[in-house]
């Protein structure tokens, strides 16, 4: 018994002298923390999340003129409506870099995160054509409807956003869904002519837009959280201002990942970018500001690069710059492109762009030189709508401002153009009138340099495959 009490106090004063943390379980060791970025990394992260944002970006901005300020000369109206323009795009508009003059459009901004859209569309002439593009927030183009993909017998679409689960509505045609929380909808409207105006608006007096609640006749669910939107960056600030990664950050919470870009986004969240992220241009270092600055440089470098050794010389175009996620196949560049050089371009299904900056000797355009376009007998553009060439002052890729209010040439002004001998066309590029006897195919220029887009509205087989080529415009 002795033994045993002189063991037990033994224990006890063993136990006394130890601390708390002596007697608890071992604690594990902390993960060590991620290494720093360098400035050499955060460059290179930079110029990869520019490359990838620089489209949502810009996309963000057009949204935000037509949508969001009401200051904006630009400025439509607001969300989850639908507006139209009953006129063609002229130099006063200045938003959007290579408009298009030859559809008066129709746009919805839509707010998906609270419910779906009904999209309904009239019944329309057979011979008119007319689309309805939907643009997510990636600029990607996630669908149609139109003259080519559901005909002109009118209809109507439900529009929905990634997070609803619900099932098609009765009397609804096709259910179309959106990988972003918000979408452009862009409609065209053929114009045939001045005097077609009116008919062109009772057409887009016919496109109607309500959530699906108000077409089911049901209470409406609680609305999402109003957005707090921030102002975007220029044009101009776009390309040098770190603050473009702010703004990315914004664009990024309406759009969440797609399939296999987590290590992407994990890479891009290693410098603060992403829906979460904390990127704050005014709290980097000088060392981590250069870096970034020089990241969106190299972006531009390599742009640039490509579009001259690949888009002047024709190797890739349009065509391969604007579609669904699935055909661009996760090329960035590509997307960055198609956003710099005319965003909210079509799917080469729906439009096709043969684009000149150059003439055939591969000399810069510019109205200080006169050139000819010229269409062969039988060799305007094959196409199962129309056709038109536009005129762009550059760098802006904007519309031409001229004495005679004419920005471009289309197929339905064939009538009043004068013919060749041959049957062919021949147009006249130049900044000043040709004279009387050719100013019917007159296109006027600027003074400076200058790019036309050939757009050719539902292709036929021949232009998507490569059979008939548009021809390049040649200096005189």
Known sequence: MIRRVALLLAALLLLAGCTAEEVDEPTTTPAPEPAAVTPEQARAIAKEAY??????????????SYFVNKQNPEYKGGWNEIHSTARVFTPEDKTVQTPNSDTPYSAVGADLRTEPLVLTVPPIEQDRYYSLQFVDLYTYNTAYVGSRTTGNGGGTYLLAGPNWKGDKPDGIDEVIRSDTDLMLVLYRTQLFGPSDLEQVKRIQAGYQVTPLSVYLNQPPPAPAPAIDFVPPLTPEQQRTSPQFFEILNFAMRFAPALPNEDGLRERFASI????????????????????????????????????????????????????????????????????????????????????????????????????VYRFGKDQLPPVNAFWSLTMYELPQSLLVDNPINRYLINSPMLP?????????????????????????????????????????????????????????????
């Not at 490359?51 to 935000?64: E, L, T």
């Not at 490509?306 to 661009?328: E, I």
């Not at 400076?448 to 087989?461: E, M, S």
């Open 51 to 64: 490359v990838y944002g620089f489209p949502m970006v810009d996309n963000y901005r057009v949204m935000y």
């Open 272 to 371: 603060g970018i992403g829906p979460d992220g904390d990127f704050d241009a005014d709290e980097l270092s000088p060392e981590m500001r250069s870096a970034v600055e020089a990241g969106m440089a190299d972006a531009w470098t390599e742009f640039t690069d490509f579009k001259k050794q690949k888009v002047d010389t024709g190797d890739v175009g349009a065509a391969d710059f604007f579609g669904s996620a699935s055909d661009l196949k996760g090329n960035y560049l590509y997307r960055m492109a198609g956003a710099v050089l005319g965003i909210y371009g079509n799917t080469a299904a729906e439009a096709m762009y043969p684009s000149f900056t150059t003439d055939s000797s591969g000399e810069p355009l510019s109205g200080a030189d006169k050139y």
């Open 416 to 476: 009043s153009l004068v013919p060749d001998s041959d049957g062919g066309y021949t147009f006249y590029i130049q900044n000043e009138s040709p004279g009387a006897g050719k100013e019917s195919n007159w296109l006027p220029a600027p003074k400076g340099p200058f790019a036309l887009v050939l757009r050719l509205y539902w292709p036929k087989p021949d232009a998507l495959n490569g059979t008939w080529k548009a021809p390049k415009p040649e200096k005189v």
